[in-house]
């Protein structure tokens, strides 16, 4: 049993979207909370820490330095959570096809990472200034996944190449990609909310592909 401090809420209606929320480097589960309202009210919310400690910030996997990842224990880290998802989905009850990542920086990372190794886990991704986390050996199937990259246009952490080469990637799975430019750095602006909450609408207003 994979496990990780989290908060749960089911969703208003039953069988609705449930937002799988990854906090940024020093969160915890209850950062994304109020973003998680802001984006789409009634959804229910599985918000987990991350397990890895730096300096005591919880973070989702280990990186050797500023944007330098621990490729190894991010692919155990992603499994684990992949895991977790797949595990919580069956305890309480829901498809993982209701689920939608919603993850900012290191979140938004490890959200990657589940998109290119674990996407049978996941019905949907918004990252917020994600990075491409790494390069998978063997591309998984993603067929149809919509994905929101929502990055900065001055990010200092996050170049628009990086940017670019992370929706490359993504769209050789197979997954549905928008790529949303914000003219912010890597902090989350009013724009960010904006874009997702229509995005997540217009997703919701369409059945699901997959
Ligand atoms: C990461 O480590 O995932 C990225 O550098 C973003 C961050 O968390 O600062």
């Known amino acids: 049993m994979s496990d990780f401090i989290h908060v749960f809420t089911p969703p208003a209606e039953p069988g609705g979207p449930i937002l799988l929320l990854l906090h940024g480097t020093g969160g915890n589960e209850h950062d994304l909370l109020p973003l998680a309202e802001l984006l789409l009210p009634g959804a229910g919310v599985l918000s987990p820490r991350g397990k890895v400690l730096e300096n005591g910030m919880p973070r989702f996997f280990r990186r050797l330095a500023e944007g330098v990842f621990d490729i190894p224990d991010l692919k155990l880290r992603t499994q684990e959570l992949a895991e977790f998802v797949a595990e919580t989905a069956k305890t309480r009850g829901f498809s993982t096809k209701q689920v939608v990542a919603v993850g900012f920086s290191n979140g938004a990372n490890i959200a990657g990472s589940m998109l290119l190794l674990r996407p049978d886990v996941l019905g949907g991704a918004v990252l917020f200034r994600a990075m491409v986390p790494l390069v998978p050996d063997t591309?998984?199937?993603?067929?149809?996944?919509?994905?929101?990259?929502?990055?900065?246009?001055?990010?200092?952490?996050?170049?628009?190449?990086?940017?670019?080469?992370?929706?490359?990637?993504?769209?050789?799975?197979g997954a549905d990609v928008t790529v949303a430019w914000q003219n912010s750095g890597h902090e989350l602006t009013q724009q960010d909310v904006t874009t997702a909450r229509e995005w997540l609408a217009q997703r919701r207003s369409r059945p699901a592909a997959r």
């Not at 591309?139 to 670019?164: C, F, H, W, Y």
């Open 139 to 173: 591309m998984s199937d993603a067929t149809k996944t919509p994905v929101l990259i929502s990055n900065g246009r001055v990010d200092p952490l996050v170049s628009a190449e990086q940017t670019e080469q992370l929706a490359s990637l993504l769209r050789s799975s």
